[in-house]
């Protein structure tokens, strides 16, 4: 019984512990800025690739380091999504500030591009993009310098982008014939990535190391010899817990957290104050964007890695935010939790030995139980678990409408 | 008083003057579509394209509701795809049980008596019905139970995502109600003893769809123009002052929603019986239903003309576009996300109309001409006084 008890506990804090880790990046971003990003779940999977990278890199050039491959891909894909979500808030979402719908249907269009990118990359396409930058914003930036720049920018424009676009695809037709630069580098298939050694077995009392070995010792004593849990698990859970006190403790004791609170809270009174409001929206979504990057390293010792990761992650991880509230860390983290709950419960049929258990022991109920079991019979799949699971956060939402913690506040709106 | 009647006849004259005017062109465009574009298509021998044109003519009702509810109202909605899958699989499943027996998946996943649910679709009068209300009814339901609480904007918008996902787990889950992923196929199926893929049933479905369009773009112009119609705008700039003007605006957005949504299942029924086959992913992935969007924001939100418009060509370039070249085509739809959002907000029928010819025309050198304030030309108000003004310099 205490076993089963525990082997539940630790899979709802394993599933809610990815969850939240999907999911941190994303409460930051909306919640402090107010922005949805779609494409949260792509920034993911580009950390979740440049982990592959790393992981080959290592396979390639050092190879009697390979188990601590995980170390250098951590702060890899960090910066690399951090950058990526720098070049994304500068060219885009810059522009659609208070605009959220508007800015929903741009991150899809990132989102949607970035899967395919990710698909067709190879050397022609890299050599295309670095080519049109060169002619399109090297020409932008070589005619701003002009006294008229103002009244000639339209066509300015008009007459660039076709041109460098024209050049472009030539040039990329002539490159198109070398048999080394069009190879695809990742393809549309899904990759897998080996783990490091240190992560594949189980931790179980037996094989504990020496410094927990009261703990072991602990466990035999209650009968608890045969709980082990994969390790791969237990890394994700660490790794959330210290990303949350990272972000925790950076939002609330540094300086730039304090100016991004200051920001959320009173933007155009923060400027006024001297706090650069463009640089803190850029950092708050640089880091937003690199903590993707973590979330999709972690994620590739569960699943594989393929263009299409991003998908399964990201309304969860919007359900996570909805519910807990916007901007609140606890809430997200109790939010987490409650969803993994609901969603391992349902799925993995913890009802239906329960009802037939009752079933013999009350019998003038029977025909109630039978309909409980045929019901959780009928939700028991995993996917049909979501069914359920989105029918109880509609019904919270019904009591709560701005999640676990509200925002506090006097405004009509929501 | 009958100084003041004059100048109000003028403008209801020219009201109707434009009223009558748009009815002859929805006519002239009717007949082209009904007529003239299957001669045209059956002349040149590309008889079969004309299915690809019932398909993008079908998604434009589609847009039509999408318009309605996100151009009007300010409610972004990205789960129409649960209501086009309704739709279409209200049909398909009339199609599999009208002739009294059960369908083949079902026999071959080991069930031998139809699910309840399925019961009455062996009637045709109840799958028409079903088709539209079944949509609305669920669409009414999930919008009174979000709008109820005051929930808009993003998390409207969220809501309604997550709501497609779980209707798409529904129907990919249990494999003997919906046959799973394979979905439901009616193309060798018969309705009134002739086969549905056959050319003359596929030119009936293609001449229903032209003039449900046509009714659907008279049902939306008849709501967006009266009232009803300026309210839905007034509660898509502030919600909040309808509020306090005595208003409820939730009422207001579970009916619309309902259309929306009722519109949405008449286009997928009408779609996927042109496709041949409805699966949980063709009508009800995340990125198609988000694409819906997109076709009303190319066209121009909140004109009618603009969504009919989009769709017909984003879904004609994408059809092209992924015959030629499949890599290139989520590029250039993220392209086109990214372009309409930051570049062309108002879509190629705003575009228009904010003069975008004349500085298109400017770029090449020609001169921008001079323009007056064309809002205040076309304002009936300042119309009415300059009549009115005249009237009285005159006498």
Not at chain 1, 375 to 396: C, D, N, P, Q, R
Not at chain 2, 310 to 339: C, H, I, M, N, Y
Request: aromatic share 12%; charged share 15%.
């Amino acid at each position: 019984m205490l076993e089963q008890i525990l082997e539940i506990l630790f899979n709802v804090i394993s599933i809610g512990s990815v969850l939240l880790l999907a999911a941190l990046g994303l409460a930051i971003v909306f919640g402090l800025m107010g922005v949805i990003n779609l494409a949260h779940g792509e920034l993911m999977m580009l950390g979740a690739y440049s982990t592959y990278v790393v992981q080959q890199g290592f396979e390639l050039w050092a190879k009697d380091a390979l188990d601590y491959y995980l170390w250098v891909a951590l702060p890899v894909a960090f910066i690399f999504t951090a950058l990526v979500g720098v070049l994304l808030e500068k060219g885009v979402i810059r522009f659609l500030y208070g605009r959220p719908l508007e800015t929903l249907l741009a991150t899809w269009g990132v989102s949607l591009i970035l899967r395919q990118f990710v698909r067709s990359v190879d050397g022609v396409l890299l050599i295309g993009i670095a080519l049109f930058c060169l002619l399109f914003f090297g020409g932008m930036w070589v005619l701003r310098r002009r006294v008229n720049w103002e009244s000639t920018r339209d066509r300015a424009i008009a007459i660039l982008l076709p041109l460098s676009l024209a050049i472009t695809s030539i040039a990329s037709i002539l490159l198109g014939k070398n048999e080394a630069l069009t190879n695809k580098w990742f393809g549309s298939r899904n990759l897998d990535i080996t783990f490091p050694s240190w992560l594949d077995e189980n931790l179980s009392p037996e094989n504990l190391p020496n410094w927990l070995a009261w703990l072991g010792n602990w466990m035999k004593s209650v009968g608890l010899e045969d709980f082990s849990v994969p390790r791969t698990r237990l890394f994700i859970i660490g790794l959330t817990i210290v990303c949350l006190l990272g972000v925790y403790l950076f939002l609330n004791r540094s300086n730039w957290g304090l100016r991004i609170r200051a920001v959320t809270q009173n933007r155009s009174m923060s400027a006024c104050l001297g706090i650069p409001t463009r640089q803190v929206d850029a950092f708050t979504f640089a880091l937003g964007s690199g903590l993707a990057g973590i979330a999709g390293c972690a994620v590739t010792l569960i699943g594989s890695v393929g263009p299409n990761m991003g998908g399964n992650y990201i309304v969860d991880a919007f359900m996570v935010v909805v519910v807990g509230g916007v901007g609140n860390l606890f809430g997200s983290i109790l939010a987490a939790l409650g969803i993994s709950t609901a969603n391992y419960l349902i799925s993995v049929e913890t009802f239906v030995p329960m009802f037939e258990a009752l079933q013999t022991q009350v019998a003038f109920l029977k025909p109630l139980w039978e309909s409980f079991v045929t019901f959780f019979e009928f939700f028991g799949t995993s996917s049909m678990a979501k069914v359920l699971v989105f029918a109880l956060i509609i019904a919270f939402l019904q009591i709560r409408p701005a999640g676990i913690f509200p925002q506090k506040g006097r405004s009509v709106e929501l | 008083m009958t100084e003041q009647a004059a100048p109000v006849q003028s403008t209801r004259k020219k009201k109707r003057q434009k009223l009558k005017r748009e009815i002859i062109a929805i006519a002239v465009l009717g007949i082209i579509l009904a007529v003239a574009m299957p001669a045209i298509l059956y002349a040149l021998n590309i008889g079969f394209r004309l299915k690809f044109l019932g398909r993008f003519l079908s998604l434009a009702i589609i847009a039509l509701g999408i318009d309605l509810i996100w151009g009007y109202t300010g409610l972004l909605s990205l789960g129409h795809g649960i209501f086009f899958a309704l739709g279409g699989y209200s049909l398909a499943m009339h199609l599999k049980v009208q002739d009294g027996e059960l369908p083949d998946f079902m026999t071959q996943y080991g069930v031998d008596q139809l699910p309840w649910f399925w019961e009455p679709y062996q009637s045709f009068p109840f799958t028409l019905i079903a088709i539209v209300v079944l949509p609305m009814a669920v669409a009414g339901i999930l919008g009174y139970l979000v709008f109820r609480n005051r929930i808009r904007g993003v998390y409207f918008s969220i809501l309604t995502q997550a709501a497609l996902l779980v209707f798409y787990y529904f129907f990919k889950g249990p494999i003997e109600l919906f046959n799973g992923t394979n979905g439901l196929k009616t193309d060798s199926d018969t309705l009134f003893g002739a086969v549905v893929s056959s050319q003359s049933v596929q030119f009936v479905f293609y001449e229903v769809t032209v003039l449900l369009l046509i009714a659907a773009y008279l049902l939306c112009r008849w709501l967006t123009s009266g009232r009803f119609g300026r309210l839905l705008i007034a509660i898509r700039d502030d919600e909040n002052r309808v509020r306090f003007s005595g208003y409820d605006p939730t009422g207001f957005k579970v009916v619309v929603f309902a259309i929306s949504g009722a519109l949405a299942g008449i286009a997928g029924a009408l779609y996927s019986v042109q496709t041949g086959i409805v699966t949980p992913d063709n009508t009800m992935e995340v990125a198609f239903s988000i694409e819906m969007v997109i076709w009303v924001a190319v066209g121009g939100r909140g004109t009618l003309v603009g969504a009919i418009l989009g769709a017909v060509l984003v879904s004609l370039a994408r059809t092209l576009l992924s015959e030629k070249f499949p890599d290139f085509w989520l590029f250039f739809q993220g392209g086109l996300f990214l372009l309409v959002v930051t570049v062309l907000p108002d879509g190629i029928v705003g575009w228009f109309r904010g003069g975008g010819i004349n500085r298109a025309r400017s770029l090449f050198g020609f001169p921008k001409p001079v323009f007056t304030y064309p809002s205040l030309e076309e304002d009936p108000e300042v119309q009415k006084e300059r009549e009115v003004f005249e009237e009285t310099e005159t006498r």
